[in-house]
């Protein structure tokens, strides 16, 4: 907003110049999360802990150790992620850019649904809250629309394609099925940071870690200079992302603050499907949905640890691991929690050194 306020006072306002700029107005929504973080944190934890009373059941078949130290912990602090995001994405970018509104439609929505289910959670004090068919429907319906309005606002060549990654000529045209790919991005990134979200801090660093990644690809593929340098592929206006990008960073280091151990607020499924959605639509929009698998390796290794534990179980009836997901495996065997949690944020750190490697080898 203030860029298409202040901006086209440039010629009377020479200093108002800088707001063309995408680092300056990136730098001022991580700057302006971070502060609305901070300021309203404290108040809505207050709330939150008073209007809960008792915080989120914890569930009976987790860690033990769960009963005693979650306890008591308020939910829905995804929320204040929520909040900080969209004042600061608001605020910084430019509202009449659709890829914008795409990413917060995605991001505000399957936030809606999370904070549906952690009411269930805190009302009925039952900790699967809603029913997950219900769940899931609403994502994949969310997704559907987000993917048909993002590929019609995609240029013609990249509207219904996939980019591969190491190859700088390799662009398959999907077709219909560039929807049902999209949705899958979306809802199975979502589900997936849901699944990490077990640990205090344990899945909000890794999240920043991939935003962080992508504020750096939607910056070049915004840009036609250095999007034909490094050859990726051109997407006129997504670069306006890097803003967006921005903001989830600052909004997460806001709530980390909080999240920290021992954990004033859990980040609950309001916040959990909400940034797990976000990355997965900044990744359909920018044509790296591929890479975004590389970049949250973490998350799909944290899915595949569910999946796995499943099938075996069904088929075999024996366990693959302790307990699923791959974190509870790691605390069963007794690996103190903070342990766990910076190991897994180096390994989200090299994931996504990794991801970053895809640029510049083509």
Known sequence: MLFNVLYPLADQ???LNVFRYLTFRTGG???TALIVSFLVGPTLIRVLRHRQNGGQPIR????ESHLLTKQGTPTMGGFLILLALSVATLLWADITNAYVWAALGVTTGFGAIGFLDDYAKVVRHNPRGMPARLKFALQVL??????VWISRLLPDALGTTLAVPFFKN???DLGWMFLLLAVVVMVGSSNAVNLTDGLDGLAIVP???AAGVFLLITYLVGNSVFSNYLQLHYVPGSGELAVFCGALVGAGLGFLWFNAPPARVFMGDTGSLSL???LGAVSVIVKHELVLAIVGGLFVLETVSVIVQV???KLTGKRVFRMAPLHHHFEKKGWAEPTIVIRFWIIASILALAGLSTLKLR
């Open 13 to 15: 306002i020479p200093v």
């Open 29 to 31: 929504a991580i700057i």
């Open 207 to 209: 999240v920043m870690i």
């Open 170 to 172: 390799v662009l398959l």
């Open 60 to 63: 009976d078949d987790g860690p």
């Open 311 to 313: 099938v075996s179980f």
């Open 276 to 278: 797990g959605g976000a």
């Open 142 to 147: 969310i997704a559907l629309a987000a993917a």
